[in-house]
């Protein structure tokens, strides 16, 4: 079943210029538009997954964001404007208007960027083990001294960041899902890294971008995510309008939630063509 869907994904990849550099997605299936953005150090084969689960009745577009996968490093700093604006020219190149947006941790400050420059393309925001919140100051240390760190030893910093992402036990419940998205994280490279961190670091607070739209919003959640402080998140989608699914398990929900995060993602993308 993995080599269907590596195959799939190979089938459906196709690739744009942008800024004189290659732009990596994937494009699948018919109907409303429905645009997957993976989190840092993964990349568009995160939703191998979904995307066939989601394509029966929609187009799905998996764009791999800069320096991840098959898409081009871009400067020494990965800002999620820039990002942003990578999604908009796959947007702009295919014709599309209006979309669904569901962005992982990183991807979800990418939706959000897009979303505050074109309100006008979003049906609905998901934001996928993610914040529109600004990081603390004790977060910005962490990514710049991260930064320091990988460049000495890029395999030990990167194997250390992910799988501290889970819990004990679901290490071992999980150790092949989480071994094989750890082989494809290794693969991120350094600039790509370094780069896409100096992004997420001067990234601004953009709560205000889900309060004053009303495109359809929705919060997934882990109850255990080692990233992000639940009461905080609670706190932010009720300033915000928006709805929570709260899942057990940590950040990452399409490993540990697979079945559950499907059911709730499905139920999201057919809400915002209400």
Not at 28 to 55: A, C, Q
Not at 179 to 185: G, R, T, V, W
């Amino acid at each position: 079943m993995r080599q269907w869907k590596d195959t799939y994904f190979c089938k459906m990849e196709k690739s744009l210029s942008f800024k004189n550099i290659k732009i990596s997605y994937t494009d699948s299936g018919k109907g409303p538009v429905v645009v997957l953005l993976h989190g840092f150090l993964e990349n568009k084969r995160m939703w191998k997954e979904i995307v066939p689960k989601v394509s029966n009745t929609n187009r799905v577009l998996a764009i791999d964001l800069l320096g991840h996968g098959q898409t081009d490093c871009l400067g020494y700093v990965h800002s999620m404007e820039l990002m942003a604006d990578e999604v908009l020219a796959v947007l702009k190149l295919l014709r599309i208007r209006k979309i669904t947006i569901i962005g992982h941790s990183m991807g979800g400050y990418v939706s959000l960027a897009l979303a505050e420059k074109h309100p006008e393309m979003i049906r609905g925001l998901c934001l996928l083990n993610s914040t529109a919140n600004s990081d603390s100051t004790a977060r910005k240390k962490l990514r710049a001294r991260a930064n320091k760190m990988v460049q000495d030893n890029f395999t030990n910093m990167v194997r250390m960041s992910f799988v501290n992402l889970f819990e004990e036990e679901r290490k071992s419940l999980f150790k092949s899902e989480i071994e094989n998205a750890l082989n494809k994280a290794l693969k991120t490279p350094l600039q790509g890294y370094i780069a896409c961190q100096e992004g997420m670091k001067i990234r601004p607070d953009r709560t205000n971008v889900l309060k004053n739209n009303t495109f359809k919003k929705l919060m997934i959640l882990g109850k255990k995510d080692p990233v992000l402080n639940n009461s905080d998140s609670l706190k932010e989608a009720k300033q915000t309008n928006s709805e929570i699914v709260m899942l057990s398990g940590g950040h990452m929900s399409y490993i540990e939630n697979k079945i559950d995060l499907i059911t709730a993602l499905k139920k999201f993308i057919k809400q915002c063509l209400q």
